[in-house]
């Protein structure tokens, strides 16, 4: 299996301009989550889905960000307009329900820098 | 909702010497205890995790304690190697449904050859 593929992998866009991040999960999983790391605070969730339903969007920081998984193989992360302060590592994870280990599986992440 | 600490936030050790990692949890409901491995320019790898009707886990050099009482879990490398030098991640999590991981700060380890 390929893991988690996120694209793009590094992104540079100008403040308030749109970027949207793509995650395709791995075959079968049916939990995705978004994760966002930066050095002030960390990993942290920003939202995640169950059968390609939104559980808990709790940790969207603000209206500027939406996601979407239209169906079970890709999600996005839209965020528009772009702030300076958007700048981060993004990460994706895939995990399936009743697996002993419940792990999550992460993709590489997708940098993104807003200028 | 849940909180996660984790100490020290950098540690150095020589090849050779143990490394031992703590965090501490705030909700008692979390069953769920995995420790990620972050390299530079890649995403969290799990190297290790346990579930609160376990006290203690061990894998090859790596092992797992966790201490349900008083909400605190380790992870203790042995035997360190220069390939160790990583974030190591500790995170919490709830009974299925509400899956959604909670992070501690990081430890960067490093090990010096």
């Known amino acids: 299996d390929a893991g988690v593929i996120q694209s793009p992998r590094h992104e540079v866009t100008e403040m308030g301009q749109e970027v949207t991040l793509r995650c395709k999960p791995i075959s079968g999983h049916d939990y995705l989550f978004w994760y966002r790391q930066t050095m002030m605070r960390g990993l942290e969730l920003l939202i995640y889905f169950n059968n390609n339903v939104p559980i808990d969007d709790s940790g969207m920081p603000e209206d500027r960000f939406s996601a979407k998984m239209p169906n079970a193989s890709f999600s996005t992360l839209k965020i528009q307009p772009s702030e300076p302060r958007d700048s981060a590592v993004y990460f994706c994870a895939s995990n399936l329900e009743g697996l002993v280990r419940d792990t999550q599986y992460f993709g590489p992440g997708t940098r993104l820098t807003v200028l | 909702g849940e909180n996660v600490e984790q100490h020290p936030s950098t540690l150095s050790v020589q090849e050779g010497d143990s490394a031992v990692i703590k965090c501490t949890y705030s909700d008692s409901a979390s069953n769920y205890f995995p420790w990620y491995k972050q390299e530079l320019g890649k995403g969290p790898q799990l190297i290790i995790d346990?579930?609160?009707?376990?006290g203690e886990k061990k894998d090859q050099r790596i092992a797992v304690t966790l201490n349900k009482t008083a909400k605190h879990f380790s992870l203790h490398i042995t035997e360190t190697q220069p390939e160790d030098s990583a974030v190591y991640f500790c995170a919490a999590s709830k009974p299925a449904g509400r899956r959604a991981l909670t992070f501690g700060s990081g430890t960067r380890l490093q090990v010096q050859p």
């Open positions: 346990i579930r609160s009707n376990v």
